[in-house]
């Protein structure tokens, strides 16, 4: 465990509060946020609500970086002209191109100038990662957990997007060797030393599905170099959510089966 995580250890204890909401005493951890975005104009202020009433979340130097995935709404624009109580940072892709683009360019901009003791935390832009579970996720996190997943309780949730969930996490797990439940949350807690084990070892392949299957190609890479891995129960509500979702089910469900292919052919299971 690294030094800073026993110092997180030590420190951490979430049964009390303060004035402003946080733990009586938290983890002397940065935090930085990356958040994929895409045509979110109607959650993206309402995201950065939630934040802004949760100023804890930024002490010690962190940071929200808003990577926009070539929205063609005011989603960039908004992230842009933000001028609140929270650093905000905006990532701009000039064209759509996926989560997965989002995520390296996110991962870029967050591992650039933090610590390896810092926190990365990634989640949804449409305000359906309960940040309410944030503390118990990096409690676990600053326990020595290097990376941390949101197991969801799905409620309000369509049933296509829960059937592919499931199946996803199923299909992962058995093809792959993988003991986690839910593989494609993008609510997540990391080390930022184990992403840049990731990239280190990985290289530019680290991340190379463009879409949502990008999750669980992460999960199953950074379970193969041996990061140890905690999840977390924790509620994922649709209803909190302006619009419909930007997640192609078909399309996705395709790219699930051609990464297990990829993988699988280079070895790249937890159990190699």
Same mark, same amino acid.
């Given at each position: 465990?690294?030094?800073?995580?026993?110092?997180?250890?030590?420190?951490?204890?979430?049964?009390?509060t303060?004035d402003?909401?946080?733990?009586?005493?938290?983890p002397?951890?940065?935090?930085?946020?990356?958040v994929p975005?895409f045509?979110?104009?109607?959650n993206?202020?309402?995201l950065?609500?939630?934040?802004?009433?949760?100023?804890?979340?930024?002490?010690?130097?962190?940071?929200?970086?808003?990577v926009?995935?070539?929205?063609? =709404?005011?989603?960039?624009?908004?992230?842009? !002209?933000?001028a609140?109580? +929270?650093? &905000?940072? %905006?990532?701009? *892709?000039?064209?759509?191109?996926?989560?997965?683009?989002?995520?390296?360019?996110?991962?870029?901009a967050?591992?650039?100038?933090?610590?390896?003791?810092?926190?990365?935390?990634?989640?949804?832009g449409?305000?359906t990662?309960?940040?309410?579970?944030?503390?118990?996720m990096?409690?676990?996190?600053?326990?020595?957990?290097?990376?941390?997943?949101?197991?969801?309780?799905m409620?309000?949730?369509?049933?296509?997007?829960?059937?592919?969930?499931?199946?996803?996490?199923f299909?992962v797990?058995?093809?792959?060797?993988l003991?986690?439940?839910?593989v494609s949350?993008?609510?997540?807690?990391?080390h930022?030393?184990?992403?840049?084990?990731?990239?280190?070892?990985?290289g530019? =392949?680290?991340?190379?599905?463009?879409?949502? !299957?990008?999750?669980?190609? +992460?999960? &199953?890479? %950074?379970?193969? *170099?041996?990061?140890?891995?905690?999840?977390?129960?924790?509620?994922?509500?649709?209803s909190?959510?302006?619009?419909?979702?930007?997640?192609?089910?078909?399309k996705?469900m395709?790219?699930y089966?051609?990464?297990?292919f990829?993988?699988r052919?280079?070895?790249a299971?937890?159990?190699?």
């Amino acid at each position: 465990m690294a030094a800073g995580a026993l110092a997180a250890k030590a420190h951490y204890d979430d049964s009390h509060t303060g004035d402003d909401g946080s733990p009586s005493v938290f983890p002397p951890a940065q935090l930085v946020f990356v958040v994929p975005v895409f045509n979110e104009q109607e959650n993206l202020p309402r995201l950065i609500a939630d934040f802004e009433a949760r100023p804890w979340l930024f002490h010690g130097g962190g940071r929200l970086i808003i990577v926009d995935d070539g929205s063609t =709404d005011d989603t960039a624009d908004l992230a842009g !002209a933000y001028a609140g109580r +929270i650093p &905000v940072e %905006l990532v701009r *892709l000039e064209r759509n191109q996926g989560p997965g683009a989002a995520f390296r360019a996110g991962f870029a901009a967050a591992l650039d100038g933090c610590t390896d003791e810092s926190f990365v935390v990634t989640l949804e832009g449409d305000t359906t990662s309960d940040l309410d579970a944030l503390p118990t996720m990096l409690q676990r996190a600053a326990a020595g957990a290097e990376l941390v997943l949101a197991d969801w309780r799905m409620l309000n949730v369509g049933r296509a997007r829960r059937t592919l969930s499931h199946a996803a996490g199923f299909v992962v797990r058995r093809a792959l060797g993988l003991n986690a439940k839910t593989v494609s949350s993008f609510f997540r807690v990391y080390h930022s030393s184990a992403l840049r084990r990731g990239f280190g070892h990985y290289g530019d =392949d680290f991340v190379r599905e463009t879409g949502f !299957a990008c999750k669980a190609e +992460i999960l &199953v890479k %950074l379970s193969a *170099l041996g990061v140890r891995v905690e999840e977390v129960p924790v509620s994922l509500d649709w209803s909190r959510r302006l619009g419909k979702s930007k997640m192609p089910v078909f399309k996705t469900m395709v790219a699930y089966w051609r990464m297990l292919f990829r993988l699988r052919t280079v070895g790249a299971s937890v159990s190699s």
